[in-house]
């Protein structure tokens, strides 16, 4: 079978797609078939130019999806035709193949010839072979990274291998990705770091609190312990001692002994010589302590006492010591003859037989020992027990001494006193002794086995009783005992017989438990891995809602997950469209792969551009690039025309330097087009967020009808251009010969431009004085929206930061603010909008709200159409120009009455106070507009120098107030603000609310004229009070046909509406209400931080400074301190408690005590601060220099009393 090409010759420069072969008569494939050579429609040269007539929608199109389908099929037939090429040239069917010669230029056929063998069917169904494979032998896809469609040598262990690569280097991507997210968004890091602090915080405290318990109940048994066993050994000293007390009676009256002590006699009675007068006195008591009768009847008394308290051998001997003379003992030493029985007494005979002390007067000796225990037992008159000691054979003995008194003989005094170391001692007969084997007590107590028991180590000793250092202080001490110290042990105190005791107990591997370190590593352990689940939900979360957000905007994503219909309306948008120039032929010549990666390259650094212009990337279809501005985010017209168009511009720049991977250059062709036009999402499947409306399909016109690498737009947005606010754009019509403009489809013919360049534009076109772009000194950082060096396209960096915000936005943001920092720079939001030039956005921003309230009140479902908003920001415009150069009078402060004004509203709201829309807005605007035209002086000047003003106005009228209340509405009643005033003032009443509102409010500001404010101050007194008010405290009662010319009405609507003009005490209580908001929002800077008061203070200083210059009014530094004081006492604290009744308490409050601060700051370093004015004034410093000091006196002085 073959299959000839017949006819022409085949242009190898020249790739045909599938469209070139329409015609052809497709046969069986069975023998010789002739295919008609394909109709070639137009040649290379005409590629582009034909791409884009098929590109340009037709004049009937009214979406632009129509407008936009051919860029898919132009992509799909590139590819198509790439592919049927491949498959053309991959071989003959019988496996020859005959190619048109390259070189030859005529016309002469292709044969192809089919054998059994390999061909193009064996291709398609083999899985061993790429059907992509060429010519060259290469895949198609040899450059994919991902391609795995050739299998390992190895078989398994070739897979097991690339398996795991592929694992470790998917787990070494996702944690660089993981590490890289977390330092791209800090608050998953610091929230991360809360967690891990948190739980770390947590469980360390519950096992610390735990670890706690265990050493308390620790300590507690080591007390426990401790105590039981010195009750013990009191109770068993006690037990010891009571022997003592019957042998002592015993002795006494049985009558046995009586005769003993006048045997002995008086020292020096029966002394031995040579013993007098050392520590060992001695008598010679032989034939009288030796007296067998006195032994036995001794031994009689002792023998039974023993027996019967069952000591268990702990008492091993008595001695008797008559005249305080060891005489008597028992067990003796000669005892056993006589039925001694050894058990009563267990190594007593021993001891006692080795005792020495056999007639030793232990009254007249001098060893220490014995005198402190005749000291004790006579002098002192107190039981004595002495020891440990030793005594062989015994290691450790405890003796104990109790004396023996006798009834006193008057007659006889000297037998009936004893001599106790010269002290002669009434009734003293001698004294009774017991011994007492420590060592078996010790045994008998179980003292090592109960503190083993417990696994305690211990040391008990004796710190106070009977001692003279002869004894042993410990008493019984542990094997270890010597390793405890204060951090391990305790000490319990107890006292017994023997005198007070101390026990040192304590464990040698200390109280802390074992398992706390384990457990407290547990729980860094646990911790961190809940803190890092936590990183990784929250990185996962975040990595969400950023592909989320780049698919479609955040208003659109949460109607969705509502289940609302996601449909919006913008009323003027510029959009951008965007082509390559011949991609259907520079497609046809590379692989799919290849296109893709390049659109990738491509489109990856447009859509950096997007994020840096702040506009919206809409979609890419094939090489199609569809970008909006003003949607949907909404923004000024011109503002977004200048953003796309600077993107545009930079678009047109990069693809000039921009090289494909085979170093080939591409060109685009751009278009621009604004006007209205619908957004919204269609169906639910695989969502995407459109645009719709002939603004779609005229951009793509702009786009298809310009030239390689220019940038055309229609005519509206080349006007919108021409008011673009930060960039001047050099634009040329579009003139081709005699032609101005092009014929578009659809449209007709159109003047279009080209857009050459832009650069920033003059700083003088925004605002006129450069002192009101200056912003507060609280402003850490200038905006890059509007500062003078970002103006240009080529601020990279600082345009990347840069956002826009709706109205709602700033409203939220101005309103959330507190009180006491109203103003300040405390979120990026007020940050970019603290400049003069932007501070109109915030005013725009408070009275489209309010509007808009008004608008709903009256109709719930009301919208605020464009051209209302419009003239909002036209009137806020107009109203600003008529602020001049004054130091506090001015733009700047006028604002700052607005936000104050406005924040005042949203207070009194959220105390419960059911709002009136029109009577909110009417404050608002009477803030904004209360100093319109003020010239910086004040009434009293302006008449003292007969200026205009002062002639324009009676002398009972504040000229300054009136004259800014005939500016606002002046300029409100212009013809170009028709649908700003139909929108507020739609009725006659509305017109009277909204007149007596203003006038109420701007009227009372005249606070130099002490009548006005006596008079205020008596309408809220009134106010007060329940009675019908009288009828001379309305303050527009000379003022009636100023307010009704001031809205276009005649008196008359007095006849149609008299309700309105009578003075009721609720309509008292609404204008004290409206007085009062508007005196509180005027002065709200003394009522607010240090940093608020001080600097409008300062800007009023240097305006009456500028006053004393002109020699206008006196120095104000003379009498600017006490000046303040005294505002401060008579009128701003006597005004923050009348406003009171206004607020909720805490609010209310506040105000109060921040007015009372800034007076006791001022009192103190008031002074200091008006002295730093002047100085900056004198040398005309720069006023943030100032401000920064002035700022310091105040906060240096609350950060050292810890306020802030």
Not at 26 to 44: A, H, M, W
Not at 47 to 69: I, V
Not at 410 to 416: C, E, L
Not at 651 to 663: L, M
Request: with cysteine.
């Amino acid at each position: 079978m073959k299959i000839k090409l017949g006819g022409g010759s085949v242009d190898d420069s020249r790739r045909f797609t599938l469209s070139d072969w329409e015609g052809a008569v497709e046969e069986p494939l069975s023998g010789d078939v002739s295919v008609p050579r394909p109709v070639v429609r137009r040649g290379t040269d005409d590629f582009a130019d034909n791409h884009n007539e098929s590109a340009a929608p037709s004049a009937d199109d009214s979406s632009s999806t129509r407008a936009t389908t051919r860029r898919r099929s132009s992509v799909g037939s590139a590819m198509k035709g790439s592919i049927f090429r491949r498959i053309s040239f991959m071989g003959s069917l019988d496996g020859t193949a005959e190619t048109a010669d390259p070189q030859s230029g005529s016309d002469r056929g292709t044969d192809f010839t089919s054998s059994t063998g390999s061909n193009i069917w064996s291709k398609l169904m083999s899985h061993n072979e790429s059907l992509w494979d060429g010519v060259d032998g290469k895949g198609a896809f040899d450059d994919d990274d991902d391609d795995e469609s050739v299998f390992d040598d190895d078989g398994k262990n070739g897979d097991c291998r690339k398996s795991m690569k592929r694992c470790g280097l998917t787990w070494w991507w996702e944690t660089q990705h993981f590490f890289s997210t977390m330092m791209r968004y800090p608050h998953i890091l610091v929230i991360s770091l809360v967690t891990f602090g948190v739980l770390c915080g947590v469980g360390i405290a519950a096992i610390t609190a735990e670890k706690e318990n265990y050493i308390a109940k620790q300590k507690s048994t080591a007390q426990f312990v401790a105590r039981e066993t010195a009750n013990w050994f009191s109770d068993e000293f006690r037990r010891a001692m009571l022997p003592l007390y019957s042998v002592q009676q015993g002795v006494l009256h049985s009558g046995y002994f009586d005769s003993l002590p006048e045997k002995i006699g008086r020292f020096p009675n029966l002394l031995i010589p040579g013993t007098e007068e050392t520590d060992f006195t001695v008598r010679n008591v032989t034939g009288i302590c030796d007296d067998r009768d006195m032994i036995n009847k001794f031994r009689s008394i002792v023998r039974p006492i023993n027996q019967d308290n069952d000591l268990d051998g702990i008492v091993v001997g008595y001695r008797l010591f008559p005249n305080n003379v060891a005489c008597l003992t028992e067990p003796h030493a000669q005892e056993s003859s006589d039925g001694f029985n050894a058990d009563d007494f267990p190594q007593g005979e021993a001891l006692l037989s080795s005792d020495n002390a056999f007639g030793l007067d232990t009254g007249s000796s001098a060893f220490p020992l014995w005198k402190m225990i005749t000291t004790d037992l006579f002098i002192n008159r107190q039981f004595n027990i002495f020891g440990p000691f030793n005594m062989p054979p015994m290691s450790e003995l405890i003796c104990g001494h109790l004396a023996i008194w006798k009834d006193v003989d008057s007659t006889d005094v000297v037998q009936d006193t004893l001599n106790v170391h010269g002290t002669e001692v009434a009734g003293a007969w001698g004294f009774i002794v017991n011994f007492l084997d420590w060592t078996k007590m010790k045994d008998k107590s179980d003292i090592y086995k109960r503190f083993a028991d417990c696994h305690l180590e211990f040391d008990l000793t004796r710190v106070s009783g009977s001692t003279v250092g002869l004894d042993s202080a410990t008493l019984a001490k542990s094997e270890n005992a010597d390793m405890l110290t204060d951090e391990n042990s305790i000490v319990v105190t107890t006292t017994s017989l023997h005198g007070e005791w101390q026990n040192k107990v304590g464990s040698l591997n200390g109280w802390e438990p074992a398992w706390f370190p384990g457990a407290v590593a547990g729980i860094v352990l646990a911790s961190f891995v809940l803190a890092f689940l936590t990183a990784s939900t929250l990185v996962e979360r975040q990595l969400h809602r950023n592909l989320l957000y780049k698919v479609m905007p955040r208003r659109a994503i949460m109607k969705l997950q509502r289940g609302q219909t996601v449909l919006e309306k913008f009323n003027l948008v510029t959009i951008f469209f965007s082509d390559i120039v011949g991609f259907t032929n520079m497609a046809g010549n590379m692989r799919p792969i290849q296109v893709m990666k390049m659109l990738n390259e491509l489109y990856t650094e447009l859509d950096k551009l997007v994020e840096k212009h702040n506009v919206y990337k809409v979609e890419t279809i094939g090489d199609a690039y569809m970008v909006v501005g003003g949607a949907p985010s909404r923004v000024p017209a011109p503002l977004a025309a200048e953003r796309v168009a600077l993107f545009a511009l930079e678009a047109v720049s990069f693809v000039r330097k921009f090289r494909t991977k085979d170093g080939n250059r591409i060109f685009i062709r751009a278009g621009l087009a604004s006007g209205p036009t619908v957004g919204g999402v269609v169906g639910c499947s695989m969502p995407r967020y459109c645009f719709f409306g002939d603004t779609v399909n005229f951009a793509s016109r702009m786009e298809s009808t310009s030239k390689k690498m220019k940038i055309q737009v229609a005519d509206i947005t080349y006007r919108l251009l021409q008011d673009a606010p930060t960039a001047s754009f050099v634009m040329t019509k579009r003139v081709e010969g005699d032609i101005v403009g092009v014929q578009v489809k659809g449209k007709g013919h159109q003047v279009t431009h080209w857009i050459e360049r832009a650069g920033p534009r003059a700083w003088d076109s925004f605002v006129n004085d450069e002192e009101d772009v200056k912003r507060d000194v609280e402003t850490p950082t200038i905006s890059s929206k509007y500062s003078k060096e970002n103006y240009g396209i080529k601020e990279a960096d600082s345009a990347a930061e840069e956002r826009n915000y709706t109205s709602e936005e700033i409203y939220d943001a101005m309103t959330t603010q507190d009180w006491e920092s109203l103003g300040h720079a405390s979120s990026s939001l007020v940050a970019a909008t603290d400049d003069g030039y932007s501070l109109g956005f915030r005013a725009c921003a408070l009275l489209e709200h309010h509007l808009l309230c008004v608008l709903q009140e009256r109709d719930p479902s009301a919208e605020m159409n464009l051209s209302v908003k419009i003239q909002i920001n036209q009137f806020v415009q107009e109203v600003s120009e008529t602020y001049g150069t004054a130091k506090f009078h001015n733009w700047s402060h006028a604002n700052h009455v607005t936000t104050s004004m406005n924040k005042l509203l949203a207070v009194i709201q959220e105390g419960g106070e059911e709002p009136i829309p029109l009577n909110s807005f009417s404050l608002v605007f009477a803030a904004l507009v209360h100093d319109a035209g003020h010239t910086g002086m004040s009434n009293k000047i302006l008449k003292d120098i007969d200026h205009p003003l002062s002639k324009k106005f009676d002398d009972s009228i504040p000229i300054a107030e009136k004259n800014s209340i005939d500016i606002a509405l002046d300029i409100l009643f212009r013809d170009n603000f028709a649908s700003l005033r139909n929108a507020i003032l739609p009725g006659e009443m509305d017109k009277i609310e909204f007149a007596r509102t203003l006038f109420q409010s701007i009227l009372i500001t005249d606070i130099a004229t002490p009548d006005r404010v006596k008079l205020g101050i008596e309408r809220f007194k009134a106010s007060q009070d329940s009675q019908d008010p009288d009828v001379g405290l309305c303050p527009l009662a000379s003022h009636i046909s100023d307010l009704f010319d001031g809205v276009g009405q005649d008196e008359s609507v007095k006849d149609e509406h008299p309700d309105e003009f009578v003075v009721t005490s609720s309509g008292l209580k609404r204008c004290v209400r409206n007085e009062h908001l508007m005196l509180l929002s005027d002065v709200g800077h003394l009522c607010q931080s240090w940093e608020n008061f001080i600097k409008w203070n300062f800007r009023l200083f240097k305006e009456l400074m500028d006053c004393h210059r002109k020699k206008l009014c006196d120095n104000p530094r003379e009498t600017w301190v006490q000046g303040q004081i005294a505002f401060f006492d008579k009128y701003i604290i006597p005004l923050a408690e009348r406003s009171h009744t206004f607020f909720p308490d805490e609010f209310g409050d506040a105000i109060i005590t921040n007015a009372m601060n800034n007076l006791k700051l001022w009192t103190m370093f008031g002074i200091q601060a008006t002295n730093i004015m002047a100085l900056g004034v004198r040398n005309d410093e720069r006023e943030e220099a100032v401000l920064m000091e002035l700022y310091g006196l105040g906060s240096d002085y609350l950060a050292r009393k810890g306020q802030k």
